[in-house]
């Protein structure tokens, strides 16, 4: 079994580490699980995806079985404001820990040096290897970490993926398609008393994002895992003065979509309406920067060893089956659903212990009870790793 004592040890550890993306980075983090690693016998490999930023990997070897590749990302956002707790302070309070990084996703970390630890101190050998990666970049647009990952052919065809990522304890098997990117609208600036030889690049902006907005949450796709695609406006700057009309405007946008939307189609939608609001505005241009790496929609395969065998194992140790339906379905973006997305596996999951709702805010946290839950699961599939990746028709007649 998993020491529960251990992983909340490691999750408390983990969250006093400063890893903000943008900030300080993950290199201490990353140093810390490399020595941690090492003190249970797992000799960790680290690959320089860029700077002093390494992906490290380790395996704990087993059969012949599919690799169980466990993702967990060493960065966190930027701690910002509201917190009434030590955002690095890692305190327990009313069956909880929190800080920066607690949900998303240290303690899920945590769970995956728990799993390599326990195989290693109980001298288990798993069906299959037991891989951890720990990514960097993941919370930053062109999640550098995964990337590098699938680049260098480090991943095989067959591996069965899992990140622990915060999903309430739920078995998250598919993710919109997520398309980052800055609008650059461009007037003529000019007098406000003599506003009539301008062009209000703001008031064409604005017109662009209501037009983008009821364009997108009227489009006629819903997903029964996913929902409907939607659609944000996360920044807006525009002008120089009060009393000067804007001569430039930037706006950046945050594009969610379902199937059966391509990821590609994303940018020339958008560049379709600002080309049609600019005709009102006479002069005015606009230019379209992409930020990040284009995120298509994925979705895993039921038949999946993953899939099955979170499947099972969840009930096995809840009595329950694993939610489904609409809250199956996953808004963010993780490292497993760029795997797939570069790869076209579908063989890639989501499962961890807090809620996403937490991820991101002040005042982070991740209830120990999900980290108990979340590592009893894991410990069982990986229990049963050689039965559960046996192909169904196989292990109804075994």
């Given amino acids: ?56 990997m380790a395996t704990v070897k087993g059969g012949a079985s599919p690799r169980l590749v466990i993702l967990g990302h060493l960065d966190t956002v930027p701690i910002g404001a509201g917190w009434t707790k030590e955002p690095l302070g890692a305190e327990i309070r009313d069956n909880k820990i ?26 288990i050998t798993p069906a299959g290897d037991v891989v951890f990666v720990a990514t ?46 800055t609008l650059t609208v461009t007037g003529k600036m000019a007098h406000a008393g003599r506003a009539h030889l301008g062009i209000d690049s703001a008031h064409a902006m604005s017109r662009i994002v ?35 009309v804007p001569p430039t405007a930037e706006a950046s946008f945050d594009i969610r979509i379902v199937p059966p939307m391509l990821i590609e189609d994303v940018i020339p939608m958008v560049e379709e309406i600002a080309a049609e609001v600019l005709r009102g505005f006479p002069g005015a241009s606009f230019a379209i920067n992409p930020l990040g790496a284009p995120r298509p929609p994925v979705r895993a395969s039921d038949d999946a060893p993953i899939i099955r065998g979170l499947r099972k194992a969840f009930t096995a140790v809840t009595g329950v089956t694993v939610p489904v339906g609409e809250d199956d379905g996953h808004e963010a973006y993780t490292d497993a659903s760029m795997v797939a ?18 991820a991101h805010t002040a005042d982070e946290f991740v209830p120990i009870a999900d980290l108990d839950l979340v590592s009893q699961v894991m410990w069982k599939m990986v229990s049963d790793w050689g039965e559960l990746t046996q192909t169904p028709h196989t292990a109804d007649n075994s």
């Fill in 98 to 123: 929190y800080g920066r990084g607690a949900c998303d996703m240290k303690g899920g970390v945590a769970i995956a040096l728990g799993v390599l630890e326990a195989l290693r101190s109980q001298n």
């Fill in 136 to 181: 960097v970049d993941e919370e930053a647009p062109d999640m550098a970490g995964a990337h590098h990952l699938v680049e260098s052919g480090f991943l095989r065809p067959d591996d069965q993926v899992i990140a622990l990522e915060p999903t309430g304890t739920r078995l998250r098997i598919a993710q919109m398609g997520l398309r980052w990117l």
């Fill in 1 to 56: 079994m998993i020491s529960l004592d251990k992983v909340i040890t490691d999750t408390q550890a983990l969250i006093r580490i400063d890893s903000q993306n943008p900030g300080v980075g993950e290199a201490e983090c990353g140093e810390w699980v490399t020595r941690r690693l090492s003190e249970m016998g797992v000799s960790p490999i680290s690959t320089n995806v860029r700077d002093n930023r390494d992906n490290i």
């Fill in 341 to 358: 997305a570069l790869t076209g596996s579908t063989s890639c999951a989501v499962f961890g212990p807090g809620s996403t709702d937490r």
């Fill in 210 to 244: 209501n037009t983008l907005k009821d364009h997108i949450e009227g489009l006629p796709y819903v997903d029964d895992i996913l929902g409907r695609p939607r659609f944000t406006c996360g920044t807006f700057h525009a002008g120089v003065a009060t009393n000067v």
